[in-house]
């Protein structure tokens, strides 16, 4: 099993370096999208000067619809990067929009499902901890079963548990596999700081972002290996 991960974890980093150019060029545009607040400061501050009395109440209203356009925005992210996920890995390269006007539709089961799914772990955390890690499993491919099926809720959170029933320790081995990855690096880090000093922090800065990429490519994969298992009673 864990060859088989290891070899799922090579095969996300390959479908990375087939579209590392697209997925830049889509973390880009959303980046620059959350720069706008600073922006819209700085020209504020150059065109109104020290003028308190004025400035004041347009920072207020400006920073409160900017606020809530951004929150919501943020919630259309969460099944924009699952949309650009299963693109890739189907070697596709949609248009930024097209991806954006499905991630709208799909927003609010997706984050449903998520803040269903988070509240139930969170509460197994709570109790006793380990019903929390064992719910952690059993709904960890929630999010990836509504896009992929349509189900939201409490039904994509079954629908999950059922995909791993008879395969929870084998599930659990494919998704530790990532934050043993982060625990080994956060060590080899440490160990090597006083070595290496500025140049190991940007080195190690850098293969932690490049995991933190592949990491949802390898879990979407994932998700594939355990839905195409013919189902256990």
């Given amino acids: 099993m864990l060859t088989e991960a290891w070899l799922l974890l090579k095969q996300s980093f ?17 980046f620059l999208f959350f720069l706008i607040p600073f922006f819209v400061t700085l020209a504020l501050s150059l065109f109104f000067g020290s003028n308190r009395e004025l ?13 809530i356009f951004m929150l919501i925005f943020g919630l259309i992210l969460v099944p924009f990067y699952l949309l650009v996920t299963k693109s890739i890995i189907a070697d596709q390269e949609p248009s930024f929009r097209e991806l954006f006007s499905q991630s709208k539709k799909l927003a609010p089961s997706v984050v449903w499902t998520g803040f269903v799914q988070g509240a139930c772990v969170l509460g197994g955390l709570i109790l006793f901890v380990v019903p929390g ?6 709904f960890a491919f929630s999010q990836y079963i509504v896009v992929e099926n349509g189900v939201s809720g409490f039904k994509a959170l079954q629908k999950s548990k059922v995909l791993l029933r008879g395969r929870f320790w084998e599930a659990a081995l494919f998704l530790s596999l990532l934050t043993l990855m982060t625990l080994l690096l956060s060590f080899l880090q440490s160990a090597f700081q006083k070595y290496g000093g500025l140049p190991v922090t940007i080195v190690f800065y850098l293969v932690s972002v490049l995991i933190s990429i592949v990491s949802p490519i390898y879990m979407y994969l994932v998700y594939r290996r355990f839905a195409s298992l013919p189902a256990k009673t």
Avoid: C, D, N, T
Wanted: proline share 3%; aromatic share 22%; hydrophobic share 60%.
């Fill in 14 to 30: 390959e479908i990375f370096k087939k579209h590392w150019k697209y997925l830049f060029s889509i973390y880009l545009r959303i």
């Fill in 55 to 67: 400035v004041g109440p347009i920072y207020y209203i400006l920073g409160s619809v900017m606020m």
């Fill in 133 to 138: 890690l064992i719910l952690a499993v059993w």
